[in-house]
T-cell receptor
Framework: DVKVTQSSRYLVKRTGEKVFLECVQD?????MFWYRQDPGLGLRLIYF???????EKGDIPEGYSVSREKKERFSLILESASTNQTSMYLC????????????FGDGTRLSIL | GEDVEQSLFLSVREGDSSVINCTYT??????LYWYKQEPGAGLQLLTY?????DMKQDQRLTVLLNKKDKHLSLRIADTQTGDSAIYFC???????????FGTGTRLQVFP
């Protein structure tokens, strides 16, 4: 079974802090994704990566950056957290063979005070 | 642009069948997926269908695809209280690994 692990289920941070959300997958998947999920807005893609050290902007990259130094790990960084970044963050991974299903972690519920 | 639409809510009695519907706009869809999200959890892949198929059955789940009408449905037979969750329809487009998600259908199963 594919395992995608997000480092925290719940996280509370303050406005202006630099926040790191970590995601690790154990299936040697090439692709990794970060989404945020908000009521009424569904899932929105923030950033994704097709390979180590590669990154692509998704639909809502503003205020975020990512890092993929190792194949199994994809980090989402909030450079200076703001209250409108309070959300559920979901990480996913998939094989790079084209049109492969994405497998999700359990999510991190982030609150910015 | 690409768009995937679902109704927001569905309520069914335990033991009945549930049918969750989804429509999509992009005819270049290659794979269509159904995910389940339980409260406070991530998305669990339930099943998926390739766009050249009409139907796929997996135990209590039946997926029907009408490519002409761009309509996808998920039927859950003998619905149980443990099926209560949000169900997301998603598509991938030709030559991309990105998923386009619907807004999700909240299924409530009552005794």
């Amino acid at each position: 079974d594919v395992k995608v692990t997000q480092s925290s289920r719940y996280l509370v941070k303050r406005t202006g802090e630099k926040v790191f959300l970590e995601c690790v997958q154990d299936m040697d998947h090439e692709n990794m994704f970060w989404y945020r999920q908000d009521p009424g807005l569904g899932l929105r893609l923030i950033y994704f990566s097709y390979d180590v050290k590669m990154k692509e902007k998704g639909d809502i990259p503003e205020g975020y950056s990512v890092s993929r130094e190792k194949k199994e790990r994809f980090s989402l960084i909030l450079e200076s957290a703001s209250t409108n970044q309070t959300s559920m963050y979901l990480c996913a991974s998939s094989r790079g063979a084209g049109n492969q299903p994405q497998h999700f972690g359990d999510g991190t519920r982030l609150s910015i005070l | 642009g690409e768009d995937v639409e679902q109704s927001l809510f569905l309520s069914v009695r335990e033991g009945d069948s549930s049918v969750i519907n989804c429509t999509y706009t992009d005819s270049s869809s290659t794979y269509l997926y159904w995910y389940k999200q339980e409260p406070g959890a991530g998305l669990q892949l339930l099943t998926y269908i390739f766009s050249n198929m009409d139907m796929k059955q997996d135990q209590r789940l039946t997926v029907l695809l009408n490519k002409k009408d761009k309509h996808l449905s998920l039927r859950i037979a003998d619905t149980q209280t443990g099926d209560s969750a949000i169900y997301f329809c998603a598509e991938t487009l030709l030559s991309t690994d990105k998923l386009i998600f619907g807004t999700g259908t909240r299924l409530q199963v009552f005794p």
